[in-house]
């Protein structure tokens, strides 16, 4: 069984950084993303990378302030979330698959982290 554990979360004032990671215990190469979800909200597609690192992909909410990268020939990846605001708060979530699809479809992911927060205050 895959396992998935971020770390990495806490609290930031507006404008600042935060870096997440994730390490997936896969052997093989695995689609891999950032997802997030804020009390009272769909669970929403962040980033995705791919699994040479050689694409990543942003939803337009992140693009320009985030940078997801991996470690080259493994599952962990990073999240560099800069110029923080307070809409940036929420659960983040990791996930994977060995599949190639749709990076943004929840749907598309196997495996799941549990989560860490992120604060922006």
């Known amino acids: 069984h895959v396992q998935l554990v971020e770390s990495g979360g806490g609290s930031a004032q507006p404008g600042g950084s935060l870096t997440l990671s994730c390490s997936a215990s896969?052997?093989?190469?695995?689609?891999m993303g950032w997802f997030r979800q804020a009390p009272g909200k769909e669970r929403e597609a962040v980033a995705g990378?791919?699994?040479?690192?050689?694409?990543?992909m942003y939803s337009d909410s992140v693009r320009g302030r985030y940078t997801i990268s991996r470690e080259s020939g493994n599952n962990t990846i990073h999240l560099q979330m800069d110029g923080l605001n307070p809409d940036d708060s929420g659960v983040y979530y990791c996930?994977?698959?060995?599949?190639?699809?749709?990076?943004?479809?929840?749907?598309?992911?196997?495996?799941w982290g549990r989560g860490t927060q992120v604060t922006v205050s």
């Open positions: 996930a994977g698959d060995r599949r190639y699809g749709a990076w943004y479809q929840g749907s598309q992911y196997s495996y």
């Open positions: 990378i791919s699994t040479s690192g050689g694409s990543a």
């Open positions: 896969a052997t093989a190469l695995m689609y």
